[in-house]
């Protein structure tokens, strides 16, 4: 151990000074690993001396936590033929949208490797996508531990953290051979007392690492919901056993009025787009709205407002459209802030209505992600009596996964086959929206609108999305 402390100093690895941290305060010691990937001997030396430390637990891959710790985890699974999978830091907006890559089972137990934890967030933040690909685990090994309340955090939350070398052993080391100063071995020692830190562990206790949640069927969730909308949707889908909204662009209102009236029987939601029908008129809303109560679907107006409060309630309520009165539930983007949520409910809600938030889109290049996507669902969690769920792509991949199951996922861009378009729309089997990603709704929009025989078609995709749905049901899907 000696050895690889003295040489972790001689590159630099590990500096004594005065460093402001990410966390804005000063730190008198600073470590930075993503050195060793510069010295071949070194990087061996890490990833033997980690090894050395769990060769003895019982798992069947590993999982490096980005970045540092990937060629770590790569040199122990090229040495010791152990399986490997990858955490995205963020998923893909195209190809497969999978937060873990790699082969493995659910059931497997995988081992976690970081290269150095303070307060054990980052081993979390990968723990909770392995855990919701149906992997286990329980145990994550770390080359330094700061002592600063990284283990005690991670046994909190069902991980047992094993440790190969700990800062003050490492301080101790240096100042015997000469290489610290007592003085400073002093600060560093105070640093690591003054600056305990605390994630909180999980409400109200610890699910078992080795299950994965069992996805609520639409009857069950819809007790869940705090929403009159968001209630009667999943009544509606467990009732008349469908999962399908159609896209209904169309370039009039009397060929939506027609089709919704073909479709009608085969979808739970209607989607429309009223800004583009040149021939709209005021009694379009309550014609769309008699055919949605005689066929038993809701309608979904695709608004995706994306001003401020106060605006968004006169274009909700007022204008030509007057979208309030017939629009069942109406979507919008989180750019604006919760204001936006707020302005809606306004008007939405004494109407019994129920808001989309926008998580995520399926056009390529998109930039509906990351900490977007983590303020919708921080928003949606702040309304729960007006947000009634998301649209979303891979909600599976999120790091809480789909989460609240009263609220529910809408994914557009599904047809029977995957693929593309020339505009960049990137297209999904209804197996894969609803059995993988962990979605809820398919929207399918030009594979029914192009079709020659549009009920057909919906017929097709109806059955397609609800075998899916209870597919993952039966086998007991972990969303």
């Known amino acids: 151990?000696?050895?690889?402390?003295?040489?972790?100093?001689?590159?630099?690895?590990?500096?004594?000074?005065?460093?402001?941290?990410?966390?804005?305060?000063?730190?008198?010691?600073?470590?930075?690993?993503?050195?060793?990937?510069?010295?071949?001997?070194?990087?061996?030396?890490?990833?033997?001396?980690?090894?050395?430390?769990?060769?003895?637990?019982?798992?069947?891959?590993?999982?490096?936590?980005?970045?540092?710790?990937?060629?770590?985890?790569?040199?122990?699974?090229?040495?010791?033929?152990?399986?490997?999978?990858?955490?995205?830091?963020?998923?893909?907006?195209?190809?497969?949208?999978?937060?873990?890559?790699?082969?493995?089972?659910?059931?497997?137990?995988?081992?976690?490797?970081?290269?150095?934890?303070?307060?054990?967030?980052?081993?979390?933040?990968?723990?909770?996508?392995?855990?919701?690909?149906?992997?286990?685990?329980s145990d994550a090994v770390v080359l330094i531990d700061r002592e600063q309340g990284g283990s005690d955090n991670l046994v909190s939350n069902g991980i047992q953290l094993h440790s190969a070398l700990k800062l003050t052993q490492m301080v101790d080391v240096l100042v015997r051979h000469g290489k610290l100063s007592g003085e400073i071995a002093d600060s560093v020692r105070r640093f690591i007392a003054e600056n305990q830190t605390k994630v909180p562990a999980p409400s109200p206790s610890p699910a078992p690492v080795n299950s994965v949640k069992k996805r609520s069927s639409y009857g069950e969730r819809a007790a869940l919901a705090q929403n009159p909308t968001g209630r009667k949707l999943f009544e509606l889908m467990e009732r008349k056993k469908t999962n399908l909204s159609l896209a209904a662009d169309v370039s009039t209102a009397q060929e939506l009025l027609s089709i919704a009236d073909a479709v009608g029987p085969e979808i739970c939601l209607l989607k429309t787009h009223v800004d583009i029908l040149p021939d709209f008129t005021p009694d379009f809303g309550a014609r769309l709205r008699a055919i949605a109560d005689k066929h038993d679907f809701l309608i979904f107006e695709d608004r995706k407002f994306a001003d401020i409060g106060n605006t968004v309630t006169m274009q909700y309520e007022g204008g030509i459209?007057?979208?309030?009165?017939?629009?069942?539930?109406?979507?919008?983007?989180?750019?604006?802030?919760?204001?936006?949520?707020?302005?809606?409910?306004?008007?939405?809600?004494?109407?019994?209505?129920?808001?989309?938030?926008?998580?995520?889109?399926?056009?390529?290049?998109?930039?509906?992600?990351?900490?977007?996507?983590?303020?919708?669902?921080?928003?949606?969690?702040?309304?729960?009596?007006?947000?009634?769920?998301?649209?979303?792509?891979?909600?599976?991949?999120?790091?809480?996964?789909?989460?609240?199951?009263?609220?529910?996922?809408?994914?557009?861009?599904?047809?029977?086959?995957?693929?593309?378009?020339?505009?960049?729309?990137?297209?999904?089997?209804?197996?894969?929206?609803?059995?993988?990603?962990?979605?809820?709704?398919i929207i399918v929009g030009r594979g029914i609108i192009k079709a020659k025989d549009q009920a057909m078609a919906a017929h097709q995709y109806r059955i397609a999305g609800w075998d899916a749905y209870e597919k993952n049901i039966k086998m007991g899907g972990g969303f």
């Open 321 to 441: 459209f007057k979208i309030v009165e017939w629009a069942d539930v109406v979507n919008a983007h989180v750019i604006p802030g919760p204001g936006i949520v707020e302005g809606l409910k306004l008007k939405g809600l004494p109407h019994g209505r129920g808001l989309l938030l926008l998580a995520e889109m399926s056009s390529a290049g998109n930039l509906a992600k990351g900490e977007y996507t983590s303020a919708a669902v921080k928003i949606a969690s702040d309304h729960p009596d007006f947000v009634i769920g998301f649209i979303s792509v891979n909600p599976a991949a999120w790091p809480e996964g789909p989460g609240n199951p009263a609220l529910i996922h809408m994914t557009p861009g599904v047809q029977l086959s995957s693929g593309g378009d020339a505009l960049g729309q990137q297209y999904n089997t209804p197996n894969s929206v609803i059995g993988e990603r962990g979605s809820d709704i």
């Open 1 to 137: 151990m000696e050895e690889l402390i003295l040489e972790l100093h001689n590159v630099e690895a590990v500096k004594f000074g005065n460093f402001k941290l990410k966390s804005g305060i000063s730190s008198p010691i600073y470590i930075d690993l993503r050195l060793i990937v510069s010295y071949p001997n070194l990087l061996k030396l890490v990833s033997e001396t980690i090894w050395n430390k769990v060769s003895s637990l019982k798992f069947e891959v590993i999982c490096g936590v980005p970045y540092t710790a990937l060629p770590i985890a790569t040199c122990i699974s090229l040495t010791h033929s152990v399986p490997m999978v990858m955490r995205r830091k963020e998923v893909k907006d195209y190809g497969t949208r999978k937060a873990i890559e790699g082969v493995f089972s659910p059931g497997q137990t995988c081992l976690v490797i970081e290269d150095l934890v303070t307060s054990g967030a980052s081993v979390m933040e990968t723990v909770e996508p392995l855990k919701s690909v149906g992997l286990n685990v």
